[in-house]
């Protein structure tokens, strides 16, 4: 094994106090993906030498195995299942053929060029921020081993260091599982073929929306989830809706579910829990996300790490080694690819000498299920068990006119508001396009709006985001007794 000391490596962390911006501060960067990149390109601005180190995919998983391929693939779905389903009498409905090969050709073109314009193009412009090759591991603190293919491995030595390694799905400890060609959502999204049934482990976001994509595209779908109810960190309204949405399609839904062996034989899938079997073609497993710190040495430099391998850090991303940071999926905050660049940004800037915080109080949050689940702040349980004093209201979507005229009423809009103040604490939207109406309540929940102001706002008609204005409105009055766009 050859070991090569990088050239012009800048000097190491305990001559730089966390907090100063010395001349060349060099940033090493363990990743590549939304966070990394963020916080690259902000250290670079502010004048530092960046290294990032990347052992596979450079962009990590939002843009190659996330965000990008799946809402591809949940439009086709949404597509298909407009074609044989809309709401309106004199258009004809019928089944679409369906080529599953050529739409991962197209969707997998899609993600290579996003991969090559967000990615790949900002290191050929930036000669701030240059790539190496290799799985790296901390040697000690701001002192990087990194090994490429060849198992020859590198110094690189930093002022900084930021820990940017994402996450991978979990894969459960059910007995049997790991010896059978189970799917996680990296296959799924990849597949060119269309399972005949899909068992989906899971019924949370991943599991939800590609099983609902699945069973559009033509497959039988079986929903198990081990809590009581799908997506049991919601909002019990949003659970239960969802629930019925998904079941008005024809998927099954197990909740209480306790796998407790899989085996696959005969190209049969058979899950068994409580004396009954299920059985299907195909099983995808969606039971959430382990943080991809194994083998990075962070035990042995004092990095703190949560259970599920997560690493610890605080408002500022500092983590708990002196001028090591952390952000995006493979820390304790929440895996959203804008909290990650969020983090990657403000981590960059305190690398580099100024200070900011990641204020987490209005993060909106999307589930691409169809209707989709839009929320933002606090719910009804979340806010009582602050201790908070609060008034609620539910707005069936019978009650907005965009909704009506879409022939599309199924969801709501639930409001949080502050009993004393009125002041606006949170919103849960079930509703076909939630995620393009809930930045809306983000901003008002900024800037401390009340749901009185919230009604007294001007929205355009015929718009779904109106919607929030009417829920705001029923604090104070019967919404059905008001005419069109009544202010």
């Known amino acids: 094994m050859t070991t090569i000391e990088l050239q012009d490596a800048g000097m190491t962390c305990e001559h730089c106090a966390p907090g100063t911006a010395p001349d060349r501060l060099r940033v090493a960067i363990i990743g590549s993906g939304s966070a990394a990149f963020a916080c690259a390109i902000r250290a670079s601005e502010q004048g530092a030498r960046v290294t990032l180190v990347e052992q596979s995919t450079l962009g990590g998983t939002c843009v190659n195995t996330g965000c990008v391929p799946s809402k591809i693939m949940i439009r086709v779905a949404h597509l298909a299942r407009q074609a044989r389903a809309h709401a309106f009498d004199g258009l004809e409905r019928h089944s679409p053929a369906l080529d599953r090969r050529r739409l991962v050709v197209q969707q997998q073109a899609r993600v290579d060029g996003l991969r090559n314009e967000k990615y790949q193009s ?10 190496v090759r290799g799985r790296a591991r901390f040697r000690e603190p701001c002192v990087l081993e990194v090994e490429d293919q060849s198992e020859k491995t590198q110094l690189l030595r930093a002022d900084r260091v930021l820990i940017a390694t994402g996450a991978s799905p979990a894969v459960p400890a059910i007995r049997g599982l790991k010896a059978t060609p189970f ?3 990296t296959e799924a999204l990849v597949a060119e073929t269309i399972p005949a049934h899909l068992i989906v482990l899971g019924g949370s976001v991943v599991g939800l929306e590609l099983g609902q994509a699945f069973r559009r595209l033509g497959a039988r779908v079986t929903v198990l989830e081990l809590m009581d109810r799908l997506l049991p960190a919601e909002d019990a309204d949003i659970s239960s809706g969802v629930r019925d949405a998904l079941e008005a399609e024809g998927i099954r839904v197990h909740t209480g579910f306790k796998a407790e062996s899989v085996a696959y034989a ?6 068994c829990a409580g004396g009954e079997t299920l059985r299907g073609d195909r099983l995808l497993v969606a039971t ?5 710190t194994e083998g990075l040495g962070l035990e042995e430099i004092g990095v703190k790490t949560r259970r599920n391998g997560s690493v610890e850090v605080n408002e500022r991303l500092e983590t708990s080694v002196p ?23 403000r981590a960059a800037v305190n690398m580099t000498g100024g200070e900011a915080k990641l204020d987490l109080s209005a993060m909106p949050a999307v589930v691409f299920t169809d209707p989709q689940v839009a929320t933002i702040g606090l719910n009804e349980r979340a806010a009582r068990d602050k201790g908070i004093k609060v008034e609620v209201r539910k707005l069936g979507l019978d009650n907005v006119p965009r909704a009506l005229a879409n022939f599309d009423t199924c969801g709501f809009i639930k409001l949080v508001a502050e009993k004393e103040s009125g002041r606006l604490l949170g919103a849960q939207i079930l509703a076909a396009e939630a995620g393009e109406i809930i930045q809306t309540a983000a901003l008002a929940i900024r800037h401390g709006m009340t749901v009185e102001a919230l009604g007294q706002e001007m929205f355009p ?4 985001a109106e919607g929030l204005k009417l829920c705001a409105q029923t604090f104070t009055r ?10």
């Not at 900002?122 to 790539?131: T, V, Y």
């Not at 959430?288 to 991809?292: D, I, K, S």
């Not at 905050?333 to 990657?344: E, H, I, K, L, S």
Request: overall charge neutral; hydrophobic content about 45%; some cysteine.
């Open 122 to 131: 900002i290191l050929d412009a930036n000669p701030g921020i240059r790539l």
């Open 183 to 185: 799917w996680t959502s």
């Open 266 to 271: 005969g190209a049969e899938f058979a899950l």
């Open 288 to 292: 959430g996300r382990r943080a991809n």
């Open 323 to 345: 001028g090591i940071y952390a952000a995006g999926d493979c820390t304790d905050r929440p895996q959203f690819v804008y909290v990650a660049a969020a983090a990657g940004t």
């Open 461 to 464: 008609y015929l718009v779904m």
């Open 478 to 487: 019967d919404v059905r007794q008001l005419s069109c766009c009544a202010g």
